[in-house]
Structures are given as structure tokens and as C-alpha cells.
């Protein structure tokens, strides 16, 4: 089957032809309007909570689709907000970047594109035996969304990431991060989020994902960005850069956007 991807001819305006879900009423990312936004008391009631564990020596891959460090943590727990009762654990991280820094965000904010998006994936375990399975349900995923700004100090966690990109340039490839990686760096200090009711932003698009996007961004340098840019989609000598790797957003229909001020 033709490998899916981000040009005009295998990009998100086909991904339904090939993966019926990416057609669906529950599509992500959305574009976050903040006027629309409620504030729901229930959220407030019940905090959203998480515990990580560090760990080094994860595994990180070029997907072809931009890297992903592979974080199966039976340690790790989200809970609260608008996860109901369920415990979520850690399965992946990975981010999405654009070709310059004035886009790369999936979500936007009152159509404002971030210079990337990082998303933390987390799975079901109160109910699901694992994440294959959970990514088949409507309450399967919970996937922490945080924006990146660009500025002028480097993000230290980001940059253990970038300090290993440049072996696996290629496709498939894949390394250990020797340095010791808490996913809880990742977070900006201010935790108020939006969330909502989605999907996976890549195919197959299952609609499996309670969406919670923190409203503030982290910072990373355009260096940084730069280096994500120089992984490559394909595995053999041709080089095709990965230099966008980001959906635009779908429509959010009748679907409840809820915020929470933590
Ligand atoms: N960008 S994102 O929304 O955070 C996102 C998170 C995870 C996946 C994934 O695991 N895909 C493979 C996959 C799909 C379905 C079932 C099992 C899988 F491994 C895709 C997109
Ligand atoms: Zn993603």
C-alpha cells in the first residue's frame, strides 16, 4: 500500500482514501478556540494528576515520520481531570515540527501554529491489557499535548533528544538516549490545559484519544528545531528531510472543548 505521509500526493488531504477513520466527526488536531471554551467545574474538582518515573537508556526510532522515544513506563500514572477513574500509563513521546518555526503545531489557538507540538501517549490500563487494545476504544489513549516556542534558551530534555538524532538519520534506525530522560521536564510550569474528545493525528486516525493540551508553551531554540529537521523519511542514501510532520487541524463540530485553570 502507498506509505502514507505529508506531501500533496500521500499527505492528510488523501490519509481518508486509504484510512476511513481519518474521515471521521472526531478528527484531531482541532483548532482550540478559546472564546468556545468552557470552564468546567468538574475538572477543577478533580486534578489532573501525574507521576513519572526517570529512566535512561529509552529507545529512540526514526519512524520516517520524525522520531519517537519508545517509554513503556509500568511506573508511570495520569489520572484526574477528565480521565473519569481510569489510570493511564506512559507508552511513547514524540513531536511534530513544521518547515520554519512559524508553523508545526497540530493544534492551534484561535488559528495561531506553534513552532512544534510534543505529545506525551498514554494508555488505558484500568481497562484495556494493552496499548494496541486500548487504541480501539473511545477512552483508550490520553495524550499530554505541550507547545513549543522558540527562544533563545535550549530546553535541556530536548536536547538530550537532538544529542542522539544525528544516529538515526535514517529511516528505521534506532539508538538508546544514554542520559537519564523525566518525561515530567517536559511540562510547562503552568498547568492549565484545554481538552476535548479526538483521534490520532496520524493514520490509521483512530478515534481512541482524550486530548489534553497545556495552554502554556515550553521553549526550545530554533537550533533544536533546526536538528529535527535533518532526520530523513527515507532509509537508503536518497534523502528526504523530514521537514514537516504536522495535520492541520479538522473540524471540531459539536464536540465539547472543556478548560481547566489549574
Ligand atoms: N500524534 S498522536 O495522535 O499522538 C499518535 C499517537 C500514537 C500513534 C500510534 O501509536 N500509531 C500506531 C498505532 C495505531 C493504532 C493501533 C496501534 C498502534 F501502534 C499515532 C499517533
Ligand atoms: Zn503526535
Same mark, same amino acid.
Given at each position: @500500500?502507498?506509505?502514507?505521509?505529508?506531501?500533496?500526493?500521500?499527505?492528510?488531504?488523501?490519509?481518508?482514501?486509504?484510512?476511513?477513520?481519518?474521515?471521521?466527526?472526531?478528527?484531531?488536531?482541532?483548532?482550540?478556540?478559546?472564546?468556545?471554551?468552557?470552564?468546567?467545574?468538574? $475538572?477543577?474538582?478533580? #486534578?489532573?494528576?501525574?507521576?513519572?518515573?526517570?529512566?535512561?537508556?529509552?529507545?529512540?526510532?526514526?519512524?520516517?515520520?520524525?522520531?519517537?522515544?519508545?517509554?513503556? =513506563? /509500568?511506573? /508511570?500514572?495520569?489520572?484526574?481531570?477528565?480521565?473519569?477513574?481510569?489510570?493511564?500509563?506512559?507508552?511513547?513521546?514524540?513531536?511534530?515540527? %513544521?518547515?520554519?518555526? @512559524?508553523?508545526?503545531?497540530?493544534?492551534?489557538v484561535d %488559528?495561531?501554529?506553534?513552532?512544534?507540538?510534543?505529545?506525551?501517549?498514554?494508555?488505558?490500563?484500568? #481497562?484495556?491489557?494493552?496499548?494496541?487494545?486500548?487504541? =480501539?476504544?473511545?477512552?483508550?489513549?490520553?495524550?499530554?499535548?505541550?507547545?513549543?516556542?522558540?527562544?533563545?534558551?535550549?530546553?535541556?530534555?530536548?536536547? !538530550?533528544?537532538?544529542?542522539?538524532?544525528?544516529?538515526? #538519520?535514517? #529511516?528505521? =534506525?534506532?539508538?538508546?538516549?544514554?542520559?537519564?530522560?523525566?518525561?515530567?521536564?517536559?511540562?510547562?510550569?503552568?498547568?492549565?490545559?484545554?481538552?476535548?474528545? %479526538?483521534?490520532?493525528?496520524?493514520?490509521?486516525?483512530?478515534?481512541?484519544?482524550?486530548?489534553?493540551?497545556? !495552554?502554556?508553551?515550553?521553549?526550545?531554540?530554533?537550533?533544536? $528545531?533546526?536538528?529535527? &529537521?535533518?532526520?530523513? @523519511?527515507?532509509?537508503?542514501?536518497?534523502?528526504?528531510?523530514?521537514?514537516?510532520?504536522? &495535520?492541520?487541524?479538522?473540524?471540531?463540530?459539536?464536540?465539547?472543548?472543556?478548560?481547566c485553570n489549574a
Open positions: @500500500a502507498a506509505e502514507w505521509g505529508y506531501s500533496p500526493t500521500n499527505g492528510p488531504d488523501v490519509w481518508a482514501r486509504l484510512f476511513p477513520q481519518a474521515g471521521g466527526a472526531r478528527q484531531s488536531p482541532v483548532d482550540i478556540c478559546t472564546s468556545i471554551a468552557s470552564s468546567d467545574s468538574n $475538572l477543577e474538582m478533580k #486534578k489532573l494528576t501525574f507521576a513519572y518515573e526517570s529512566q535512561s537508556d529509552l529507545r529512540i526510532l526514526n519512524t520516517g515520520h520524525g522520531w519517537k522515544v519508545e517509554a513503556p =513506563q /509500568s511506573g /508511570s500514572r495520569l489520572e484526574g481531570g477528565p480521565l473519569g477513574e481510569d489510570i493511564y500509563q506512559l507508552e511513547q513521546f514524540h513531536c511534530h515540527w %513544521g518547515e520554519t518555526s @512559524a508553523e508545526g503545531s497540530e493544534h492551534t %488559528g495561531r501554529a506553534y513552532a512544534g507540538e510534543l505529545h506525551l501517549v498514554h494508555w488505558n490500563t484500568t #481497562k484495556y491489557q494493552s496499548f494496541a487494545e486500548a487504541a =480501539q476504544h473511545p477512552d483508550g489513549l490520553a495524550v499530554l499535548g505541550v507547545f513549543f516556542d522558540v527562544g533563545n534558551e535550549s530546553n535541556d530534555e530536548i536536547e !538530550k533528544i537532538v544529542s542522539t538524532l544525528s544516529e538515526i #538519520k535514517f #529511516k528505521g =534506525q534506532f539508538t538508546d538516549i544514554p542520559d537519564v530522560i523525566d518525561p515530567t521536564t517536559f511540562l510547562p510550569s503552568g498547568l492549565g490545559y484545554w481538552t476535548y474528545l %479526538g483521534s490520532l493525528t496520524t493514520p490509521p486516525c483512530n478515534e481512541c484519544v482524550i486530548w489534553i493540551v497545556y !495552554k502554556e508553551p515550553i521553549t526550545v531554540t530554533e537550533e533544536q $528545531l533546526v536538528q529535527f &529537521r535533518c532526520l530523513s @523519511a527515507c532509509s537508503g542514501e536518497a534523502e528526504e528531510f523530514i521537514v514537516k510532520n504536522y &495535520r492541520p487541524p479538522q473540524p471540531l463540530g459539536n464536540r465539547a472543548l472543556r478548560e
